[in-house]
């Protein structure tokens, strides 16, 4: 093939899939399904009426698939976690993990949220064995379960420090480990890493990543930014707004094991043009504007 006709080929698609990753979610599609979604709506009223975040969302995850949620400000992403982890119910619909009905909080799920949540008067060891403690363990028992966890996020050298003795990135980790040491079957992400400068945060993608590998833990990662939705899922549900509802899942033809060269890859670059043309389309069908003034002394007009 000449080089004049290799600049006529057409782009790749963000369907086009090589056989490796074929065959990953073929083996993905045979697991158990962990996760079910059906129908799901949610309502709020107030005074001025009745604001729809959520409707008719359907989805299932299977065990051990990590799942990213992505969509513009406003589209529910935050509510349907919620509604998962059972801090929040929905107004239609249903949600079932492992074939259960979720209606309320439970030690199946985890949760981590993207402001801090660690106690500032507890250690690293003591943040990770409040939900052991909690849940009945004895405090010798939480302590050795909880060092694990510490040991398995990289920060057993800081088991004895405080959440103020900590970067932005270790108290997230510490916030994973205490999610995980309930051994819950899901782990709910509300942009855990939202907060985090780019350095920190392409780390954490890392480190995330690590410790799915070595547990048997579902994640569903909610996050605004179309890289670190390509970079961490098997698959990816895009939700439109206006009601918060399921324009489509994505399965990310981006190869296993992730690494950070593959930024640059045509799978990777199709699929983040893909991403793209599905959230700022349907932005600009929207038709959303700023309303028009001018300054009565402008510097200067510019187009």
Not at 9 to 30: H, I, K, T
Not at 64 to 84: D, M, N, P, Q, Y
Request: proline residues 6%; contains cysteine.
């Amino acid at each position: 093939m000449t080089a004049a006709q290799i600049l006529r080929l057409p782009p790749m698609s963000y369907r086009d899939q090589e056989a490796p990753v074929r065959d990953r979610f073929a083996r993905l599609y045979q697991r158990p399904v962990l996760l079910e979604i059906d129908d799901l709506g949610r309502q709020f009223r107030s005074e001025q009426g009745t604001t729809t975040a959520l409707e008719r969302i359907s989805f299932r995850a299977h065990r051990r698939e990590l799942v990213c949620f992505i969509g513009a400000s406003g589209c529910g992403k935050s509510t349907l976690i919620r509604i998962v982890a059972g801090l929040d119910s929905p107004t239609s619909g249903s949600v079932r993990l492992d074939g259960h009905e979720v209606r309320g909080p439970g030690r199946d799920r985890g949760m981590v949220f993207q402001a801090y949540t660690l106690f500032p008067w507890r250690t690293v060891l003591e943040n990770v064995t409040f939900g052991l403690e909690v849940c009945g363990e004895s405090r010798l028992q939480a302590a050795s379960r909880a060092r694990e966890w510490i040991e398995l996020v990289g920060l057993s050298p800081f088991a004895g420090a405080y959440p103020h003795q900590l970067s932005g990135g270790m108290k997230q980790r510490v916030a994973i480990a205490r999610a995980l040491a309930n051994h819950p079957r899901i782990l709910l992400m509300d942009e855990p890493f939202g907060a985090l400068d780019a350095q920190t945060r392409a780390q954490m993608q890392s480190y995330l990543l690590q410790i799915w590998r070595q547990v048997d833990i579902t994640i569903l990662f909610v996050t605004h930014d179309l890289d670190e939705a390509i970079y961490l899922a098997d698959r990816i549900v895009v939700l439109g707004s206006n009601p918060g509802r399921i324009l489509e899942i994505i399965e990310v033809p981006v190869p296993r094991p992730r690494d950070a060269s593959q930024f640059l890859s045509e799978p990777f670059a199709a699929t983040k043009r893909h991403l793209e043309s599905l959230i700022h389309g349907q932005r600009a069908s929207q038709g959303e504007s700023l309303p028009k003034f001018r300054h009565e002394h402008p510097d200067e007009d510019v187009q």
